[in-house]
C-alpha cells in the first residue's frame, strides 16, 4: 500500500484555501485557544525548517478530538 505525504504534496494554494476554509478558521481558531504556546513552538520549529519538532510540538493538540473530527472534514 502506498503511503500518502501530505507535506510534499500540500501546495501554498492549498494552505490559503484550507486557511480562507469555513473548517479551516475553526480549526485554526481551536489551535490558537487550546495550545497557544504549542502553536508557537510548532511555527517557530517549521520557519527553521524543523519538522520533526514542529510535529511534536502539536502532538497533543493533535490528539483532542474536536481538532480530529476538524482535521477529518477538512481531508475529505
Given at each position: 500500500?502506498?503511503?500518502?505525504?501530505?507535506?510534499?504534496e500540500f501546495s501554498m494554494e492549498q494552505?490559503?484555501?484550507?486557511?480562507?476554509?469555513?473548517?479551516?478558521?475553526?480549526?485554526?481558531?481551536?489551535?490558537?485557544?487550546?495550545g497557544g504556546t504549542?502553536?508557537?513552538?510548532?511555527?517557530?520549529?517549521?520557519?527553521?525548517?524543523?519538522?520533526?519538532?514542529?510535529?511534536?510540538?502539536?502532538?497533543?493538540?493533535?490528539?483532542?478530538?474536536?481538532?480530529?473530527?476538524?482535521?477529518?472534514?477538512?481531508?475529505?
Open positions: 500500500m502506498e503511503q500518502h505525504n501530505p507535506s510534499q494552505a490559503m484555501a484550507f486557511a480562507a476554509s469555513p473548517a479551516g478558521k475553526q480549526l485554526i481558531a481551536m489551535l490558537q485557544h487550546k504549542e502553536l508557537t513552538k510548532a511555527q517557530t520549529y517549521a520557519a527553521s525548517g524543523n519538522m520533526d519538532q514542529a510535529k511534536e510540538a502539536l502532538s497533543g493538540l493533535l490528539a483532542d478530538p474536536q481538532i480530529q473530527q476538524l482535521l477529518r472534514q477538512l481531508g475529505g
